[in-house]
């Protein structure tokens, strides 16, 4: 995956994540992670991501 830098690039991402795991973007918004590379972490840089993933929710069943 390229670095994402700008939304425009963070929507692509966003879509084509959305794409592969056959899921509506609306149901995994808020469980969206960024990853940052160790070499921006040490420069302070933080406006530019390498990575985009999903957080799955644990699904809960009630029981009546």
Known sequence: M???SSEPELEVSLRQLENRSNMNSSIFIGGVGLTV???NIKETKFDEYN???ILPR???LKVL
């Open 37 to 39: 590379s160790m070499n």
């Open 2 to 4: 390229e670095k994402i």
């Open 58 to 60: 644990k699904k809960v």
């Open 51 to 53: 990575s985009i993933f």
